[in-house]
Nanobody, 117 residues
Framework: QGQLVESGGGLVQPGGSLRLSCAASGSIFRISTMGWYRQAPGKQRELVAIIATGGSTNYADSVKGRFTISRDNTKNTVYLQMNSLKPEDTAVYYC???????????WGQGTQVTVSS
């Protein structure tokens, strides 16, 4: 059974940086799109960034220029480098991957990111 394991969340001051990682294991292979989403208290889950197999990326306007998504296909891992963090970036961050065959979507368990002084 496949699963996604996230790491890297935590508490950081405004202007600081964090790097999130999400590794796919088990039966998850031949991954297509990988992405990060976030959900703040009382709000809907929203897309933060996605990256295709070939490396093309797309970002939410609110994080452009501050966040960078990348992937290591040899490790089935996706990363999110977050710089210049703001209090409004506070949320639970979830990774999501979609398989090439069948378009099956897997979600991570979520990792808390809190930006506060």
């Amino acid at each position: 059974q496949g699963q996604l394991v996230e790491s890297g969340g935590g508490l950081v001051q405004p202007g600081g940086s964090l790097r999130l990682s999400c590794a796919a294991s088990g039966s998850i292979f031949r991954i297509s799109t990988m992405g990060w989403y976030r959900q703040a208290p009382g709000k809907q889950r929203e897309l933060v960034a996605i990256i295709a197999t070939g490396g093309s990326t797309n970002y939410a306007d609110s994080v452009k220029g501050r966040f960078t998504i990348s992937r290591d296909n040899t490790k089935n891992t996706v990363y999110l480098q977050m710089n210049s963090l703001k209090p409004e970036d506070t949320a639970v961050y979830y990774c999501k991957v979609v398989t090439v065959f069948g378009g099956v979507a897997y979600w991570g368990q979520g990792t808390q990111v809190t930006v506060s002084s």
